[in-house]
């Protein structure tokens, strides 16, 4: 069992950055693809950004492609995602997920295994 922990979120700026960090404990953290998704009020959980197992590979969705930076970190079990160029419309709640899909690289949340609590992010414009 994987235990994810987001932390990193808050309120910024439109233009400005933020950096969110998914903490992992309770399994091989190395073995897992880890994703991040994003739901904001009255949508569905959106594909943000995923990586695959040995960070190798990364995949964005297309509206942050070139702003957010997936990458992760095996000797602390970490995965971050690096957020610039922040718009009013990345206002969502961040989850961050693990998935046992080596290639491709996941992009729908029943392709992953474990779940975080989520991280709120909230940009002004």
């Known amino acids: 069992q994987v235990q994810l922990v987001e932390s990193g979120g808050g309120l910024v700026q439109a233009g400005g950055s933020l950096r969110l960090s998914c903490a992992a404990s309770?399994?091989?953290?190395?073995?897992?693809?880890m994703g991040w998704f994003r739901q904001a009020p009255g949508k569905e959980r959106e594909f943000v950004s995923g990586?695959?197992?040995?960070?190798?590979?990364?995949y964005y969705a297309d509206s942050v492609k070139g702003r957010f930076t997936i990458s992760r970190d095996d000797a602390k079990n970490t995965v971050y995602l690096q957020m610039s160029s922040l718009k009013a419309e990345d206002t969502a709640v961040y989850y961050c997920?693990?998935?046992?899909?080596?290639?491709?690289?996941?992009?729908?949340?029943?392709?992953?295994?474990?779940w975080g609590q989520g991280t709120q992010v909230t940009v002004s414009s």
């Open positions: 997920a693990a998935g046992r899909k080596f290639w491709p690289i996941a992009t729908t949340p029943m392709e992953y295994d474990y």
């Open positions: 309770g399994g091989t953290f190395s073995r897992y693809a």
């Open positions: 990586i695959n197992w040995n960070g190798g590979n990364t």
